[in-house]
């Protein structure tokens, strides 16, 4: 309440935080170039908060390789947090070694790195940082499995049953993950069952 939300990316990931943080009254700007409305970079990075949602490209006129640079935030002069989760590769990675914590950017989160497993130092330039899970993950991967058997079988009637997930927390994650950097692959290739927030029950929530 009473900051604002910048979306860079406003495809299918994008476009749900955009109406969920609209609809709980945040202010939300986004900039999406291949969009018909592209929205405006200069509002999005006129945001208290800032989260990417692209591909890695490095071709075309909008490509997102090594994006993020001094040029990209050369027009920020206020407090600005990011939250870096869709991939490394759209950091410049000698503007990326250059950041430190209370610096403009300021990395507020990040599960995905220049280089992966990232060296430890990359740990302390955010104030949560996780092991990259993308499709890794036991929903990930049996998510994916119920969708090939779909359409591999399309007439197959079958009940899917996932196991019973757990709750946890960003702080707990990050906690963890610095406790075991060196475990980067291990805690990305082992990761559980995370319950989604609506379905915590109320002492979860």
């Not at 993020?68 to 935030?73: E, Q």
């Not at 407090?79 to 250059?98: E, K, N, P, T, V």
């Amino acid at each position: 309440a009473g900051e604002s939300l910048g979306v860079v990316g406003a495809g299918r990931i994008g476009r749900l935080l955009i109406d969920f943080f609209s609809q709980v009254g945040t202010a939300v700007s986004y900039y999406d170039p291949l969009l018909e409305a592209p929205g405006s970079l200069s509002d999005v990075l006129a945001s208290d908060v800032v989260t990417f949602h692209v591909p890695l490209t490095a071709n075309g006129p909008h490509a997102t390789q090594a994006m993020l640079n001094a040029s990209y935030f050369s027009g920020v002069h206020k407090r600005l947090r990011i939250i870096q989760s869709c991939r490394g590769g759209i950091w410049d990675a000698g503007f990326y070694a250059g950041l430190a914590p209370g610096q403009k950017p300021e990395i507020l989160a990040q599960d995905v790195y220049p280089a992966e497993p990232p060296p430890v130092e990359d740990l302390a330039r955010a104030r949560y940082s996780t092991a990259h899970i993308a499709g890794y993950s036991t929903r990930g991967r049996l998510g994916g499995i119920v969708k090939g058997l779909a359409a591999l079988l399309p007439g197959i009637e079958a009940e899917v049953r996932y196991p019973s997930g757990s709750a946890w927390f960003l702080e707990e994650e990050a906690r963890h993950f610095a406790a075991q950097p060196l475990r980067f692959n291990a805690l990305r290739d082992g990761y559980g069952w995370r319950k989604e927030f609506h379905e915590y029950d109320e002492a979860e929530r």
